[in-house]
């Protein structure tokens, strides 16, 4: 079975291009999709979800470090859903069309270092605690998600 992140669960949704923070995840075992609220607040917590439902593969565009460190230890493969906008369809015609880019170790190691939760800011590189850093950028950013 192949799980997907999704931003809603409406017909044809567009992806969630975080990973954890999906609302919704698609279920497709190659004849049916299935949609259903994602019951967890941290992407690690999905891992486990999904060896219970059976999922041997995960279509992501972005992922967290603790959900990686997570995955590392199953036999769950990463498939990358491409950039930008990308919807439930033509998630299911690349599945169907066997067109998906399975990610590489090093290609994955990428997405963690890149993903939005993780980008560091260069003034950042003055300070030697990572936790300085953190609280940071988040006092910086405070209002941008109101």
Known sequence: MITFPLKTNKENSAISPLFGKAKYFAFFDGKELKIEKNP??????LISWFLEKGVDEIVIQEMGTKPFEKLSSTKIKLSFAG???VTTNEIIKKILD???EELSKTQLEEIVKNHKGAKKDSSCESHKSEKVCQKKLKARHKYIFV
Not at 40 to 45: A, I, P, Q, V
């Open 40 to 45: 967890y607040e941290k992407g690690s917590s």
């Open 83 to 85: 950039e930008g906008r």
């Open 98 to 100: 066997n067109d998906l």
